[in-house]
């Protein structure tokens, strides 16, 4: 779905992207880094807004620099640094979006409504908070019923509400079987449903899944009347740690074929462990 | 009040209310400013001698002396016309005839034999707003060895107060009237779709800008000329054969269209850099919307929102001065607008091929403004620095012009009066390189040219 194979981007001497190949199919998809990795460029590149110095980036297998319109009948774009036309109303510019997308207003007006934006859409945007402007945007971004979706930091600025709306509706596009990218700092749960990430260093991949990461942490989640006699059973395992919270067992582990039987003995799901991977990365890569 | 709601909430009906407005304060003030008197009278030293019998419609032949001037006079209803002619001696004969350029009627062909020199000429009124074909002549008996025979004559139009011209306006209020009602009334949903969907947001982004053009146009229309102007038959026969009732400043120094231009230009290089400038369009990119369409709505909207009051206005006094020739002679008329069209898309070229290039090229709004004041006031001002920069570029050829603005004023001074036979008339200061039809349909297609390889540069751009 969305493909980029041995990229590099310069943006004059300084390398952004170093030979990249990461490919991401459906589900949520993420890409982690610190500043300046190459995250967002990454992102550009597969929305069109740049051309790749070396390689090949693709979109439902076409090349968004060529077809950029094309591409963007297909997925949703939202970048962090882009700005809303602030002499329109919020209204009319969710409006404009939605006409120029082919999405039903009504579909609109309720994703309006779940994000908290219709109580204060009929505004000029330019009085708008940062805040407010942000979720105006995600409106117009996640309202428009697409295939794919790249998010670019999309839980700065938020509030606790509009965190847990925007993570339900990403939840559910995924559950519907769209292709969801989002390059964040912000882990806020909703990493439980990754299928796929990339983490980007100095413009190069240092791990990634689906790909070449051998040992690939996960958190195992098994709910049991007797969390106890479950953590002990699990501590044979030899995981990194055991959590235990009520009638739940977290067991932070590798992912081994002892674990996979302990998953189907026990009932357990598991989802891969990106903070944890990601802050062993970090510390193994100092900038 | 239902209707102030609407309006209140309806920013494109409060759009269309300031356009009206303007326009009707423009289409009032140049309507009812007095016209300036207009007329012709003799060249210099008008006199023939037997070793030069024949001069500038001057003929001796057998001891007379014949006399003959033509002139095409557009006139608006009531407007006075004499032709006054002053004979070296008497009896002689005055001859006039007044013929309507459109239906070939003849009005006047008025004879009379004075016994003196001494002579009250008729007045004619003009019956109809058209253009008039005007031929004075005179015969006068002169005494035997003449060694020169001089004369003089003055062809002087007055205005009268133009009742057609208020009807107009007050026709002009009533359909903008109707069209605001209409609007308000079937208060439509603004249309985000497709190509109309960029215009809209385009001219709410643009409308309260538009004010600033609009406003000099408005306080320009109060402060017409209205001393009177006289031609005299020199060199330049074609331009001087025309006399027409004007209302706007002639020979000035600097010319108000270049003004015009120059602000709207601006304006429409400042605005398109500043949505760059701001990620404005790079928001738009993310949006299913080619960007060459994206740029042409730009071009569309500047067009529409800058020009459109002047053309309706230009529209509405060639209706009220000439409406006789789209009565009788509609094919004729219709000529007269598209010459109207090609006049306006050649300055629209002129004025717009700065900002075109700089608003592509500049990523900063402050870059942009210094640089189309800059090189504008190069273009459009008579400046020494402009005329050695521009002195290899064939349009700064002609001895004495110094700006864009000068060429573009001489271009379509010829190209209105000699529209007929345009296409065999080269410019006598271009060595034959050019004929004025060639630089005039020219320009735009150079323009167009450009727009073209700027689209080519703006879709090929990236947007970090």
Redesign the interface.
């Given at each position: 779905m969305f493909t980029a194979r041995y990229v590099t981007k310069k943006?004059g001497a300084t390398k952004a992207l170093d030979n990249v190949s990461v490919e991401f199919e459906r589900g949520l998809n993420i890409l982690l880094g610190p500043n300046g990795s190459g995250k967002s460029?990454l992102l550009?590149l597969w929305?069109?807004?740049?051309?790749p110095t070396k390689g090949e980036v693709g979109v439902y297998g076409l090349d968004p620099w060529r077809h950029?319109?094309?591409v963007?009948?297909r997925i949703?774009?939202?970048?962090e640094?882009?700005?809303?036309?602030w002499?329109?109303s919020g209204e009319?510019y969710a409006?404009?979006?939605a006409?120029?997308?082919g999405t039903p207003w009504s579909r609109v007006r309720e994703y309006a409504d779940r994000l908290g934006v219709s109580s204060y859409w009929s505004r000029l945007i330019r009085g708008y908070s940062s805040g407010m402007k942000k979720k105006l945007m995600l409106l117009t971004v996640l309202s428009a019923d697409s295939e794919g979706y790249i998010l670019d930091e999309p839980y700065t600025l938020l509030d606790k509400d509009a965190l847990r709306v925007i993570d339900e509706i990403i939840a559910e596009e995924v559950k519907e079987g769209r292709v969801v990218v989002i390059a964040t700092h912000i882990l806020t749960g909703v990493e439980k449903l990754v299928k796929g990430f990339a983490i980007l260093f100095n413009g190069r991949v240092i791990a990634k899944y689906p790909g070449e990461l051998r040992e690939l942490l996960v958190v195992v989640e098994c709910k049991s009347d007797q969390p106890i006699e479950l953590a002990e059973e699990a501590l044979k395992l030899y995981p990194i740690r055991v959590e235990l919270q009520q009638d739940t067992v977290y067991i932070y582990t590798i992912r081994k074929p002892e674990v996979e039987e302990f998953m189907r003995k026990y009932n357990c799901i598991e989802h891969i462990d990106l903070a944890t991977l990601y802050g062993e990365l970090v510390k193994t890569f100092p900038r | 009040m239902p209707l102030v709601n609407t309006l209140r909430k309806n920013s494109l009906a409060q759009l269309i209310i300031v356009l009206i407005v303007f326009t009707l304060l423009y289409t009032y003030f140049t309507t009812n400013t007095p016209l300036r008197s207009a007329g012709a009278i003799n060249p210099q030293d008008y006199c023939v001698t037997p070793e030069r019998p024949s001069f500038m419609g001057l003929r001796l032949e057998g001891g007379r002396l014949f006399f003959q001037a033509s002139y095409t006079v557009l006139m608006g209803r009531g407007d006075n016309m004499t032709f006054d002619i002053s004979p070296p001696s008497a009896p002689w004969t005055y001859n006039l005839v007044v013929v309507d350029a459109v239906t070939g009627e003849v009005l006047v062909n008025y004879t009379t034999n004075n016994p003196t020199t001494r002579f009250i000429p008729p007045v004619f009124i003009a019956p109809r707003s058209t253009i008039y074909y005007v031929t004075g002549e005179a015969v006068v008996k002169l005494g035997e060895n003449v060694g020169k025979a001089c004369l003089e004559y003055h062809l002087a139009v007055y205005p009268a107060m133009r009742a057609d011209a208020l009807n107009a306006i007050y026709g002009f209020t009533a359909i903008l009237l109707v069209l605001l009602v209409a609007v308000l009334v079937l208060n439509p949903r603004?249309?985000?779709?497709g190509f109309l969907?960029e215009l809209v947001?385009n001219t709410?982004?643009m409308w309260l800008w538009v004010f600033m053009p609009l406003v000099f146009l408005v306080v320009y229309s109060t402060l017409l000329d209205t001393s009177p102007i006289v031609k005299r038959w020199g060199s330049n026969d074609l331009e001087n054969k025309l006399i027409v009732l004007l209302n706007y400043r002639e020979s000035t120094r600097i010319d108000f269209f270049v003004l015009y231009g120059t602000i709207s230009a601006m304006l429409y290089t400042l605005l398109f850099t500043y949505r760059r400038e701001?990620?404005?369009e790079?928001?738009r990119?993310?949006?299913?919307?080619?960007?060459w369409k994206r740029y042409f709505s730009l071009i569309a909207t500047h067009v529409i929102l800058v020009y459109t009051p002047l053309y309706i206005v230009s529209v509405l006094h060639l209706f009220k001065q000439v409406p006789n020739i789209a009565l009788h002679d509609p094919y004729v008329f219709s000529r007269f607008l598209w010459h109207l069209f090609i006049v306006t898309l050649f300055i629209y070229s002129l004025v717009s091929v700065t900002p075109l290039v700089i608003s592509i090229l500049s990523p900063r709004t402050s870059i942009s403004m210094v640089a189309s004041v800059t090189l504008f006031l190069l273009l459009a001002y008579p400046t020494p620095v402009s005329t050695t920069l521009l002195s290899p570029i064939p349009y700064f050829k002609k001895p004495g012009v110094k700006s864009l603005g000068d060429y573009a004023a001489d271009l379509v001074n010829c190209y209105l009066l000699a529209h007929e036979n345009i296409y065999k008339y080269y410019f006598t200061w271009d060595d034959n390189m050019g004929r004025v039809i060639d630089y005039l349909y020219g320009t735009p297609l150079l323009y167009i040219a450009l727009v073209l390889l700027c689209t080519l540069f703006y879709t090929r751009r990236?947007?970090?």
């Open positions: 943006f460029t550009k929305s069109g807004l740049l051309k950029r319109a094309r963007m009948e949703s774009v939202f970048f640094d882009l700005q809303a036309p002499w329109l009319e409006r404009f979006v006409e120029k997308r | 603004v249309n985000y779709r969907g947001v709410k982004f701001i990620g404005e790079k928001l990119d993310t949006m299913p919307y080619p960007r990236e947007n970090p």
